[in-house]
C-alpha cells in the first residue's frame, strides 16, 4: 500500500510541477519502495523505468570523498597533508593560502579559492591534470579552513590527488574502490558508457511554457570529480546501504571507523546545512539527523540523495527537469511524513532587522553567475544572472529570491527557511556573502 501511495503523489506531484521523468527511491529499513513516473525525454517518449540512468551531479563529491577516505585508510594520504607536497607542480594565486592548504580543507570545501572554476573541456586521459594547472588564476576568497564555501574547484582537486595517489584515472580508481565492491553496475562516468542504456535527458523550459530535451551533453571528464556520474535508482539504493548501514557485497570501500567518521561534523556551516562531514551535507529534518547530497546539472537533471542514519531511512530522486528540484524537496518531506511522521522545521521570519540592509547592497561575483542584490522595503531581493556562456547553453534564468535577515544575520524566506547569511567582519562581511553554501565577494 505504501508503494501505492508513493507512486500516486509522484505521478500528481511531478504532473503539477511540469517534470517529465522521475524516479524515487527510498530504503526503509530493510525494504525497498520505488517509483517511476514520466518519459526520459520528451522527443522521444520513452518511458521512465528504475533501469533508467541520470546523472546524479554533486553526488559524485561524496564518491571522490569516499575514494580519498580509502587512500587515508591505507595510509597512503593524510589529510594534514600539505597539497603543494602531494603535487609539487600545483600552484594558487596566493601564496600563503598554497602553503596552508591541505587536504582535508578540500573535503570540507573550506579550500577558499572560487569554488565555481571553468572547465577545461575534454576526454582525454590529462582532462583533469590541465584543469587543476590553471588553478592559479582563481581569487582567494578567505585563507584555508577558515569557513565553509561550496566548492567545486575543491572537489575537482581532491580528485587530482586522488588519482595521482593511487597511480591510476580518477575514474577507475573510484570504480575499483566503490562502485564495484558495492556492486554498481549501473554507474558511470563516461557518455559512450550511457548511451547504449536507457538514460533520462535534461529538459529545458522555454518562455512559452515548452520544455524540451537539452541538445548535448553538458559536462566534460575534468569535472568528473565533483559531478561526473551517472546511475540507477537501484544502484543509489546500493550505495545507500553501504553509507547508511555499512553494507556492501565486496570489500567495503571504507573501513566502519571511517565510514561513520565521514558523517560527523568536522566543519560548522551556515544556512540551508548545519555542518559538513568528509564531505557529507549535515542537517536535520525535524527531528532526524540528515546526512545528505544533491545533485544539479545545468538545471535539468537535479538530484537528491539524504540519509536519516538514526531513522535507517534514506531516499533518493532523480529528475530530469530544473523544477526537479521543488519534487525531490516534496518527495523527501512526504516520505519523513508518511513513513516516520516527522514534519520538517521552519522558523517564521517574526524577527526582522533592516539594520544591515543597506550595506549588503551591491553585486556579488560567484565566478560563472553573479547575484545583484537590491533592497525591496524591509528585504533584500537576489537576482542570479549567469555569465553569458554560461546562459547560451540553453539554461532558463531563475527568478529573483526575495529574502529577509533575521536577527541572527541568516538570509531567510517568507516561509520561513534560511538559505544564507550575513557575515561578520571577522569572516571577511560585508564584502563576502554566504547564499546557496557559497561564500561570494563583492566586486
Known amino acids: 500500500m505504501m508503494t501505492e501511495d508513493l507512486q500516486s503523489f509522484l505521478d500528481a506531484t511531478a504532473a503539477e510541477l511540469g517534470v517529465p521523468g522521475a524516479v524515487v527511491g527510498v530504503l526503509d529499513g530493510d525494504d525497498e519502495l520505488i517509483a517511476v513516473t514520466g518519459v526520459a525525454s520528451t522527443e522521444t517518449g520513452a518511458p521512465v523505468t528504475a533501469r533508467t540512468l541520470f546523472q546524479i551531479g554533486s553526488t559524485s563529491k561524496t564518491f571522490t570523498g569516499t575514494a580519498a577516505m580509502r587512500l587515508v585508510d591505507d595510509g597512503l594520504l593524510d589529510l594534514d597533508a600539505r597539497v603543494i607536497d602531494i603535487l609539487p607542480d600545483f600552484r594558487l594565486g596566493d601564496a600563503a593560502a598554497l602553503d596552508a592548504l591541505r587536504v582535508r580543507h578540500l573535503l570540507t570545501h573550506s579550500g577558499g579559492f572560487l569554488g565555481d572554476a571553468d572547465e577545461q573541456p575534454g576526454w582525454d586521459a590529462d582532462s583533469l591534470a590541465r584543469n587543476v594547472a590553471s588553478f592559479a588564476e582563481l581569487p582567494q576568497f578567505f585563507a584555508p579552513g577558515t569557513i565553509a564555501s561550496y566548492s567545486n574547484a575543491g572537489i575537482r582537486l581532491l580528485g587530482r590527488i586522488v588519482e595521482v595517489v593511487a597511480g591510476e584515472p580518477f575514474e577507475q580508481a573510484v570504480r575499483r574502490v566503490v562502485l564495484d565492491p558495492l556492486g554498481m ?192 522595503g524591509d528585504a533584500l531581493e537576489f537576482t542570479m544572472v549567469l555569465r553569458e556562456d554560461i546562459a547560451a547553453l540553453g539554461i532558463p534564468p531563475r527568478p529573483p529570491l526575495r529574502l529577509g535577515v533575521r536577527e541572527d544575520r541568516a538570509l531567510v524566506t517568507d516561509e520561513g527557511v534560511a538559505v544564507g547569511r550575513l557575515l561578520d567582519a571577522a569572516e571577511g562581511g560585508p564584502d563576502l556573502l554566504h547564499i546557496g553554501l557559497r561564500a561570494v565577494r563583492r566586486r
Not at 310 to 327: E, M, P
Not at 339 to 345: D, S
Open 185 to 376: 553496475a549501473d554507474t558511470f562516468f563516461f557518455p559512450w558508457e550511457v548511451i547504449a542504456r536507457p538514460h533520462a535527458l535534461g529538459h529545458v523550459t522555454a518562455e512559452d511554457g515548452t520544455v524540451s530535451p537539452l541538445g548535448q551533453w553538458p559536462i566534460t571528464r575534468d569535472i568528473d570529480p565533483e559531478g561526473g556520474l551517472v546511475s540507477s535508482v537501484g544502484d543509489q539504493l546500493r550505495y545507500a546501504r553501504f553509507q547508511m548501514r555499512g553494507e556492501s557485497e565486496g570489500t567495503p570501500p571504507v573501513s566502519e571507523a571511517t565510514r561513520l567518521r565521514m558523517q560527523q561534523p568536522q566543519l560548522s556551516a551556515g544556512p540551508p546545512v548545519d555542518a559538513i562531514g568528509f564531505p557529507w551535507l549535515l542537517s536535520h529534518h525535524g527531528s532526524a539527523r540528515l546526512v545528505m547530497h544533491g545533485g544539479n546539472i545545468a538545471d535539468t537533471q537535479l538530484s537528491e540523495f539524504v540519509m536519516a542514519p538514526d531513522q535507517d531511512l534514506a531516499i533518493t530522486v532523480l529528475t530530469n527537469s530544473g523544477a526537479g528540484k521543488a519534487l525531490g524537496t516534496r518527495v523527501i518531506d512526504w516520505c519523513f511524513e508518511h513513513l516516520r511522521g516527522i514534519a520538517p522545521e521552519k522558523t517564521p521570519l517574526d524577527q526582522r532587522t533592516i539594520d544591515a540592509l543597506d550595506e549588503t547592497v551591491g553585486r556579488y561575483d560567484a565566478g560563472q553567475w553573479h547575484y545583484d542584490v537590491t533592497r525591496v
